[in-house]
């Protein structure tokens, strides 16, 4: 395929759509496998593709076309992914054309996360009491697990916001929900378990999403890519130990 206004279109469509996919946290292979179908699809067969997390790579054999784009700030969006895997479908089906494809994955990136900040809050507090009578606790356990979400998940987003580094924010999060919890059963009469507050309150935190892709990467034999995200998770719970830990210190 030459190079031409329809192999640059081509070459927009592809990188747009690894971009929206690992950007909203889908695994490498499916960033990977998708672009070389859209890639095959408009006839380039030599297409080289390299997605990491923070950034893909894409070039084409035998020639001086290659492209790269830097992922920042990823979210897990998995509707995104959803709408993305769509298009590729359709396109590689013949049922749209690269201008349609190209306008319909701008329309997806575009989009606003399908849940507010408030939403996603509630979602937490609603959560963290079933885990925490999944885990042993009583009904005053789960009731103090909803107040512990409350207050710490809107305090990590804070600080999220505020310093943009997820192990900070994790650690912030876990300080307060334990403090809330230790202080609480330290000066009230009530009959509850700060063990099994926290077992509820944490389980919000934990990169549930994040660890399942990077074990699916070391599935696909995304080596690298893989132990990089498994590092991160174990980042993240290490943080949220570490602020469970530094609550226990200052109440004790």
Do not use: W
Request: charged share 15%; net charge neutral; aromatic share 8%.
């Amino acid at each position: 395929m030459e190079e031409s206004n329809e192999l640059n279109l081509a070459i927009d469509v592809l990188m747009l759509a690894g971009f929206i996919l690992l950007q909203s946290g889908a695994e490498i292979h499916r960033v990977e496998d998708t672009m070389v179908r859209i890639a095959r699809s408009q006839g380039i067969e030599n297409a080289n593709v390299l997605a990491i997390p923070a950034a893909i790579f894409f070039s084409i054999d035998h020639t001086n076309i290659s492209r790269m784009k830097r992922i920042v700030n990823p979210v897990h969006d998995m509707q995104k992914v959803c709408q993305v895997n769509q298009v590729s479908r359709s396109l590689t089906a013949r049922k749209i054309n690269l201008e349609q494809a190209l306008q319909e994955l701008s329309h997806i990136k575009q989009q606003p996360l399908p849940y507010t900040q408030l939403q996603t809050i509630l979602a937490a507090a609603l959560a963290a009491p079933f885990f925490t009578i999944m885990f042993g606790g009583n009904l005053l356990d789960a009731i103090a697990a909803i107040f512990a979400t409350l207050l710490s998940f809107p305090f990590s987003l804070l600080v999220d916001r505020l310093i943009r580094i997820e192990f900070v924010s994790k650690f912030a999060g876990a300080l307060a929900f334990s403090l809330f919890s230790l202080l609480l059963a330290k000066y009230s009469n009530l009959s509850i378990n700060p063990n099994m507050i926290n077992a509820g309150a944490v389980m919000p935190f934990v990169p549930g999403i994040a660890f399942t892709n990077a074990v699916r990467d070391l599935m696909t034999n995304h080596l690298n890519t893989g132990m990089t995200k498994i590092f991160q998770t174990l980042l993240v719970i290490l943080s949220l130990g570490a602020g469970t830990a530094v609550a226990l210190l200052i109440v004790r």
